[in-house]
């Protein structure tokens, strides 16, 4: 069965904090590796394969899921199909249902868990203060894609180091007295334009990957630029 990875619009806090349980189902992003999973009874979930080094942000829930099956977790989010049939054209609020049925029903292997959903107010930025990457948002009344996604994120001053080629730019930070790569981040609609080696963008990023790049890099709003 060939499924698409869910496509996600990223949104701001403020816009998160919008969200109504009532409209959407919120629920918690998992920092790891999308993959599906076939079950018995004719059943595949959608889901995140979260270990201990996949990904460096992990809710406290999630590192207590890790202490309990140390080889890794698959955070089950969504059902593509139920029972042998198809339903991903179904909406939000009868894939949801259903995935809790798979769950009670037993068809979970030892190693898998019902991802984290909505759980009163501030639950965004609860998440994201206890280490996790952030909560995605589905309409009760939409099929399997899109949704919406919220991260944690912290800016970071960039110095442009590199332009030509495509919509991207490459950035460095000034730590002391040296410039550090931290790897390239996409000005689109015309951004590219406007820059030249040596300007300074203010970058939106998770953090620093072990790599020393910064991990998914944005540059949003009309104030992005700091100086030219």
Known sequence: MSIPKPSKRLVT???ARRW???????QVKADGEFQTRELAGGNIVAGEWVTGGSGAMLTP???QWLRESPGGIFIAFDLLQW???PCVSW?????WASLQGVEMDGYFTPDMRLVECYSGNHFMEGMIANGGEGCVAKAWSDPYVPMLAVKASKPYDCIVTQIGG???VGIAQRMGDALVDRGRVTLAGGKCDKVRVGSTIQVMAMDVHESGKLRQPTVRGKCWLLNY
């Open 13 to 15: 806090l403020a816009d």
């Open 20 to 26: 109504s349980p009532a409209e959407c189902l919120i």
């Open 61 to 63: 829930r999630h590192r």
């Open 83 to 85: 029972r042998g049939e």
């Open 91 to 95: 909406l939000t609020s009868r894939r």
């Open 166 to 168: 495509s919509q991207s």
